[in-house]
């Protein structure tokens, strides 16, 4: 079992930046596949970024390739999301994902455990 608490939301202007959090606790955090999905207020839950337990995989959606960058500190059981260059469409609830000896798939089912989110809002 592995226990996910996001952090970092907040507001932030258009061409701004913030990183996202994501600690975990429980099993052994190198044995997890992690992803982030987003969220927007009537809108399906989408697909941001993922990497695979070993780290060997990593995935972007396309509407955030070459601005969002994930990554993990397994010492430090933390995964995160750098969001660069954010942009009004990028407003939404993000989340963290794991998925236990997972490959780092781009849709939600396979996940099995999830953080409880943290918002993000782009706005001038």
């Known amino acids: 079992q592995v226990q996910l608490v996001e952090s970092g939301g907040g507001l932030v202007q258009p061409g701004g930046s913030l990183r996202l959090s994501c600690a975990a606790s429980?099993?052994?955090?190198?044995?997890?596949?992690m992803a982030w999905f987003r969220q927007a207020p009537g809108m399906e839950r989408e697909f941001v970024a993922a990497m695979s337990r070993s780290g060997g995989f990593i995935n972007y959606g396309d509407s955030v390739k070459g601005r969002f960058t994930i990554s993990r500190d397994i010492a430090k059981t933390t995964a995160y999301l750098q969001m660069n260059d954010l942009e009004p469409a990028d407003t939404a609830v993000y989340y963290c994902?794991?998925?236990?000896?997972?490959?780092?798939?781009?849709?939600?089912?396979?996940?099995?455990?999830w953080g409880q989110g943290t918002q993000v809002t782009v706005s001038s």
């Open positions: 994902a794991a998925d236990y000896y997972g490959v780092g798939r781009t849709i939600a089912e396979p996940y099995e455990y």
């Open positions: 429980g099993r052994d955090f190198s044995d997890y596949s």
